[in-house]
């Protein structure tokens, strides 16, 4: 199986800041890469797809790159609406598999 | 506007079965693939299952092969798992997702429904 890495595990951060989290694989994953925003109580929320292809309603200040093994996910300048736990998944193959999840909160 | 919903979840004891439901509307539901992914509490995301759109083509993680079985009716628009020998470890809410649209690779989920709790306690 393919195993999914992120870093940091947890992240503080405040309001207009740029923050960065990072995916990697276990092996290449080539574009198949996907982003997920979870706020608590609530289903995950697609954000990304293709390691950079922005899904639709999804503000712009989010961005995704990378490819093979090494994989980001910026956030250009935090809103308050940003906190929340973030996934990476990869869709190369099956078992499909997510990271351990991001927790980003307020400092 | 995409509505997915679980139902069927519930408290059972270790070595107990369960069926799950997923009822879809508002996509063409035959012309997608569907998966479920559940949650324990307080932990991370893990895919569980997959289907393909015709339902001939099915999936699992490791963790439930041999105990869960994903199918679809497509006459009622209706995605179910059905879980066997279940074990505390299975103790999660299951989401049912509906798979993007994609020309390559394997699934990833563009909605998802609310949730159903399934507790497994002695």
């Known amino acids: 199986d393919i195993q999914m890495t992120q870093s940091p595990s947890s992240l503080s951060a405040s309001v207009g800041d740029r923050v960065t989290i990072t995916c990697r694989a276990s092996?290449?994953?080539?574009?198949?890469l996907n982003w997920y925003q979870q706020k608590p109580g609530k289903a995950p929320n697609l954000l990304t797809t293709s390691a950079s292809s922005l899904q639709s309603g999804v503000p712009s200040r989010f961005s995704g790159r990378g490819s093979g093994t090494d994989f980001t996910l910026t956030i250009s300048s935090l809103q308050p609406e940003d906190f929340a736990t973030y996934y990476c998944q990869q869709s190369y193959t099956t078992p499909i598999t997510f990271g351990q999840g991001t927790r980003l909160e307020i400092k | 506007e995409v509505q997915l919903l679980e139902s069927g979840g519930g408290l059972l004891q270790p070595g107990g079965s369960l069926r799950l439901s997923c009822a879809a509307s508002g996509f063409s539901f035959t012309s997608y693939d569907m998966g479920w992914v559940r949650q324990a509490p307080g932990k991370g995301l893990e895919w569980v299952s997959g289907i393909s759109n015709s339902g001939v083509d099915t999936f699992y993680s490791d963790s439930v092969k041999g105990r869960f079985t994903i199918s679809r009716d497509n006459s009622k628009n209706t995605l179910y798992l059905q879980m066997n020998s279940l074990t505390v470890e299975d103790t999660a809410v299951y989401y049912c997702?509906?798979?993007?649209?994609?020309?390559?690779?394997?699934?990833?989920?563009?909605?998802w429904g609310r949730g159903t709790l399934v507790t497994v306690s002695s």
């Open positions: 092996q290449s994953i080539s574009k198949f």
């Open positions: 997702a509906k798979d993007s649209p994609r020309s390559d690779g394997y699934f990833y989920f563009d909605n």
